[in-house]
């Protein structure tokens, strides 16, 4: 384009016409105000308006200032617009006569992005806090560079009449700025004041009104500074909230939610308090405060918050408030509340106020809801800093739906992920769309949100797939579901697409060693697999190398409790002799009754399926270690062996080996878990022994990595959360001149199996490679 400023025709004075078509993030983010103010500071005439593609923009004047006008179109936009395609051509002149921002035309295929939810922007911030401002303390302030966005939209373009705002008939002050291409808020599609918009109420368990407005916010306050638990319709969805100072409120909120340990998000008033409560680096303090506001995990400090907030964990799962009801209760109470998923566990989020009522009876006391529907649900997002970068752990609000663009188009395809932390993803030309984070598909209220998230991609995008592709785990019910459609269905290997979601992420080509490893995935030989290196081809992959398999005691129950995970682990080694290691602690752990039975299935080989899970691997030594032998989450064992790490320092690693019988190469762990018994028996510090397994993982994957020689290496999969073993291995091979790669923000757990899946499908049906954002 910087050829143009140099074209002979720079000096050419007749008029002409320049039509531009923008694709990506431009609607509902001020940017045809902006290409308003742009034209009328040059001089220039014609038009702008969203369309169902992003944006089509005509201007007419001389030559030199059309160039200038799209030269500064991507480098002046505003700061929510993202620019993926710029397409322009110039044209004879049909004599319009002034700048105008023209209605939305709804016609054509459906390409133009739609956005996420946005984290109020510092203006609307001190509207609502100016006692001169008419929005002073009103909770649904908003503007074009900020509020709601994907939570509300019902169909493109992106006009008030497709939102959920469509029921508030703005009143004639916001209807001036919303007309006005000056202001901030034209256009702004859920524009609203005091007077003509969305208002609060504060219910009791019956759903009977108490309160209204900012007295229902008041009360509300009130009762979480009396340990009361407020269950508080927010921008995606409900949150439960108490006081997290309070340990017998939160122990209430556990025992009601029937969330026995896993760790509660924060909200905290302001970065000043973060810093209080938690240690915060620059970029952490640069991801709390922008306009995705995800929970960022924090190591914590301090006293103050309840234990039982995140028992047993030195860190904390903090946010800031988001919009500006959360800005004005956390104004009122001063202080961190827990602000976690309003639902029970394995269930979807609640999102309307009747709902709620029903679903979180006996859980929430009091209700503080708001009259603007909410079109789906949009969980918090999480993050954390690893390798001085961002790692996104949950993809949701501030981040979904915006998409992967992949180098090449690809069919109309759907991915529907996996089991757990599931996510979906639908293919549109070059653009992969991941949902907001579903969940575990554990219970039919989590399937049937599922469901709902595939039939609104689809229609929000009018893609009509041509296939689907789904996890080669044959009773997944997303596999299942993705049977009964009726469509070809692509059925993709759990470990193949982690691989290829980060390649995608990363835009590598094949071939690379996709390094995956998990908890569970369904392997081509019929075992569990979960600690994988994948040799990826253009023809698709080998399974160049995995850990060791040992059983897996009782199945699914040796996953909830890591004693039986240990007892399968050390049986391979120890054989019978095992149940006679009383000093052991998963041996101990085990009544005599237990310990027969899991005898029995070792022995027979029966419910006792075999597994190279790495996942499982974590689970067991934390079991040896002494550090858990039955978990309450999901992840927990592993997640207190990362802990245990807390000041230990050593580059020591255990002794591995490697069998090779002409298959894939086998990374043997028996030395290691040798070297970690006699260290348990030796008292040895636990944050030692955890140091040590995980240093010896690194360098397994080095090893591995020296022996198949392909210099790309990708990180992926659960165990690639784990910020000392990703940083760790990342060194390692960097060491060893190998190039590694890792997520940032796709998550490295299930929630980004959809992208693979999809490229993987795309592979198949139609061909692309690479990817570019």
């Given at each position: 384009m910087q050829q143009l400023l140099t074209s002979p025709a720079t000096s050419d004075a007749r008029l002409h016409r320049l039509r531009i078509t923008i694709r990506g993030a431009v609607q509902g983010v001020g940017f045809r105000p902006f290409v308003y103010r742009l034209a009328t500071e040059l001089g220039l005439v014609g038009w702008v308006n969203n369309t169902t593609q992003g944006v089509v923009i005509e201007v007419e004047g001389v030559r030199h200032e059309l160039e200038n006008f799209l030269l500064r179109l991507d480098p002046e936009k505003p700061p929510r617009a993202f620019v993926q395609s710029l397409e322009w051509s110039f044209l004879d002149p049909v004599g319009y006569a002034h700048f105008e921002i023209r209605e939305s035309d709804a016609a054509g295929a459906k390409t133009a992005l739609i956005l996420p939810d946005f984290a109020i922007c510092p203006d609307c911030l001190r509207d609502i806090r100016d006692p001169a401002n008419r929005r002073y303390r009103y909770p649904f302030t908003n503007c074009t560079h900020c509020g709601p966005r994907f939570s509300i939209i019902e169909a493109l373009p992106y006009d008030r009449a497709n939102t959920t705002m469509k029921a508030f008939h703005m009143c004639d002050a916001c209807r001036a700025e919303y007309d006005d291409p000056r202001d901030r808020r034209f256009h702004a599609q859920p524009n609203a004041c005091p007077q003509c918009g969305p208002q609060l109420e504060l219910w009791n368990a019956a759903g009977k009104p108490l309160r209204a407005r900012h007295e229902a916010l008041r009360a509300a306050a009130d009762a979480v500074r009396a340990g009361e638990i407020v269950a508080v319709k927010g921008l995606g969805g409900f949150h439960l909230i108490v006081d997290a100072r309070s340990e017998v409120a939160v122990a209430r909120l556990r025992w009601r939610k029937h969330r026995e340990e896993k760790?509660?998000?924060?909200?905290?008033?302001?970065?000043?308090?973060?810093?209080?409560?938690?240690?915060?680096?620059?970029?952490?303090?640069?991801?709390?405060?922008?306009?995705?506001?995800?929970?960022?995990?924090?190591?914590?400090?301090?006293?103050?918050?309840?234990?039982?907030?995140?028992p047993g964990n030195p860190y904390l799962g903090v946010m800031l408030p988001y919009t500006p009801l959360h800005y004005l209760l956390m104004e009122e109470l001063g202080f961190p509340v827990v602000a976690t998923s309003g639902n029970l566990s394995d269930e979807p989020?609640?999102?309307?106020?009747?709902?709620?009522?029903?679903?979180?009876?006996?859980?929430?006391?009091?209700?503080?809801?708001?009259?603007?529907?909410?079109?789906?649900?949009?969980?918090?997002?999480?993050?954390?800093?690893?390798?001085?970068?961002?790692?996104?752990?949950?993809?949701?609000?501030?981040?979904?739906?915006?998409?992967?663009?992949?180098?090449?188009?690809?069919?109309?395809?759907?991915?529907?992920?996996?089991?757990?932390?599931?996510t979906v993803a639908l293919a549109s030309g070059q653009d992969v769309f991941i949902s907001q984070h579903i969940g575990d598909l554990e219970t039919a209220e989590a399937f049937a949100a599922f469901r709902r998230v595939v039939e609104d991609f689809e229609r929000l995008d009018e893609v009509r797939p041509v296939a689907i592709a789904c996890d080669a785990h044959p009773e997944y019910l997303s596999s299942k579901y993705a049977a009964g459609r009726g469509l070809r269905t692509v059925s993709v290997q759990h470990h193949f697409a982690h691989v290829l979601s980060c390649m995608a992420e990363n835009e590598l080509e094949e071939p690379v060693l996709?390094?995956?490893?998990?908890?569970?995935?369904?392997?081509?030989?019929?075992?569990?697999?979960?600690?994988?290196?994948?040799?990826?081809?253009?023809?698709?992959?080998?399974?160049?190398?995995?850990?060791?398999?040992?059983?897996?005691?009782?199945?699914?129950?040796?996953?909830?409790?890591?004693?039986?995970?240990?007892?399968?682990?050390?049986?391979?080694?120890?054989?019978?002799?095992?149940?006679?290691?009383?000093?052991?602690?998963?041996?101990?752990?085990?009544?005599?009754?237990?310990?027969?039975?899991?005898?029995?299935?070792?022995?027979?080989?029966?419910?006792?399926?075999?597994?190279?899970s790495a996942g499982r691997l974590f689970d067991a030594v934390a079991a040896i270690a002494g550090l858990r032998q039955e978990v309450k989450f999901e992840g927990q064992a592993a997640m207190e062996l990362e802990f245990a790490l807390d000041g230990a320092e050593t580059d020591a690693v255990y002794e591995f080996g490697f069998v090779d019988e002409g298959g894939p190469l086998v990374v043997d762990w028996a030395p290691m878990v040798r070297g970690?018994?006699?260290?348990?028996?030796?008292?040895?510090?636990?944050g030692l022994i955890s140091a040590k397994f995980h240093n010896t993982l690194a360098e397994c994957v080095a090893a591995v990595a020296r022996r198949l020689g392909e210099e790309r290496v990708v990180l992926t999969g659960g165990c690639f959360q784990n910020r000392y073993l990703t940083e760790r291995t990342v060194r390692r091979l960097r060491e060893n001149q190998f190039r590694p790669y890792w997520h940032q923000r796709v998550p490295p757990n299930d929630g980004g199996i959809a992208l693979g899946q999809l490229v993987a499908a795309a592979k198949e049906i139609g061909h692309v490679s690479g990817s570019s954002r």
């Open positions: 760790p509660l998000a924060l909200m905290v008033p302001s970065l000043e308090a973060v810093r209080a409560h938690c240690e915060v680096c620059e970029l952490e303090e640069r991801l709390l405060a922008s306009p995705e506001s995800p929970i960022v995990l924090l190591r914590r400090r301090g006293p103050d918050i309840a234990p039982t907030v995140a989020i609640c999102t309307d106020e009747r709902e709620a009522l029903k679903r979180l009876a006996g859980i929430a006391d009091l209700f503080l809801v708001h009259n603007r529907p909410i079109a789906r649900h949009v969980d918090d997002s999480i993050v954390r800093v690893l390798m001085g970068r961002e790692l996104v752990l949950r993809r949701a609000r501030g981040y979904a739906p915006l998409p992967v663009h992949l180098a090449a188009p690809a069919p109309p395809l759907l991915a529907v992920g996996a089991h757990l932390k599931n996709g390094v995956a490893w998990d908890g569970t995935g369904y392997g081509l030989d019929g075992t569990i697999w979960g600690g994988e290196f994948l040799h990826a081809t253009a023809g698709g992959f080998t399974r160049a190398a995995h850990l060791r398999t040992f059983r897996l005691p009782g199945g699914d129950e040796a996953v909830k409790r890591p004693r039986r995970t240990a007892l399968g682990l050390l049986y391979e080694i120890y054989g019978e002799a095992v149940f006679e290691m009383r000093d052991l602690p998963p041996v101990a752990a085990c009544a005599s009754e237990e310990a027969g039975l899991l005898r029995t299935m070792l022995q027979r080989g029966l419910n006792a399926p075999r597994t190279s970690i018994v006699s260290d348990a028996r030796e008292s040895t510090p636990i």
